[in-house]
């Protein structure tokens, strides 16, 4: 199965500051079916973004996915209050879908 | 607005059973299929369990495979998962997630609120 590794592991930040997350595969992403999700404390996981670079329905252009491949980016523009999460990638590509272990985007 | 209503977890005893249900509203339950995903805090995020728009096909995570059955009735937009042999390891938060067509694609939105097992003597 593939394996994604998230860097890095905690992002302490500004609100207004630009956040960079990183989800490295194990092997090439089928497709490009990337993933990623937002989840605040005691919420489910939200989709901010499919087959890598095209944002769900509601999801703030700030957000922006990029990559290819086996390397794949989030940037959030310019954090809001609201922005202070978890974030996780996904996989769809390949059998089983798999999810990297999460960044967390804290407070600095 | 679509919603996601899981229901059913508990404390079970290692090797016990449980059945979860996710009620859906707010769409054409029947076209679109459906997944499970547990979490918790050490392996994060799993998916479990898809099933198709019909219930005709079901797809399963090895580590599941022959204790955990998936299935949806239709008639009442809502989603099950029957498991068995439960074990310590099986602990976690289960969310219900919409998949985006009737076949399964593995990309989910939106989650329900997850109902949280405990599998512990």
């Known amino acids: 199965e593939i394996v994604l590794t998230q860097s890095p592991g905690t992002l302490s930040l500004s609100p207004g500051q630009r956040a960079t997350v990183s989800c490295r595969a194990s092997q090439s992403v089928s497709g490009d079916y990337l993933a990623w999700y937002q989840q605040e404390p005691g919420q489910a996981p939200r989709l901010l973004i499919f087959g890598a670079s095209s944002r769900a329905p509601g999801i703030p252009d700030r957000f922006r996915g990029s990559g290819s491949g086996t390397d794949f980016t989030l940037t959030i523009s310019r954090l809001e209050a609201e922005d202070f999460a978890v974030y996780y990638c996904q996989q769809y590509g390949s059998s089983p879908t798999t999810f990297g272990q999460g960044t967390k985007v804290e407070v600095k | 607005e679509v919603q996601l209503l899981e229901s059913g977890g508990g404390l079970v005893q290692p090797g016990g059973s449980l059945r979860l249900s996710c009620a859906a509203s707010g769409f054409i339950f029947s076209n679109y299929a459906m997944t499970w995903v547990r979490q918790t805090p050490g392996k994060g995020l799993e998916w479990v369990s898809a099933?198709?728009?019909?219930?005709?096909?079901?797809y399963y995570a090895d580590f599941v495979k022959g204790r955990f059955t998936i299935s949806r009735d239709n008639s009442k937009n809502t989603l099950y998962l029957q498991m068995n042999s439960l074990r310590a390891e099986d602990s976690a938060m289960y969310y219900c997630?919409?998949?985006?067509?009737?076949?399964?694609?593995?990309?989910?939105?939106?989650w329900g609120q997850g109902t949280l097992v405990t599998v512990s003597s």
């Open positions: 099933i198709s728009g019909s219930g005709a096909t079901t």
């Open positions: 997630a919409k998949d985006r067509g009737p076949f399964a694609s593995f990309w989910f939105d939106p």
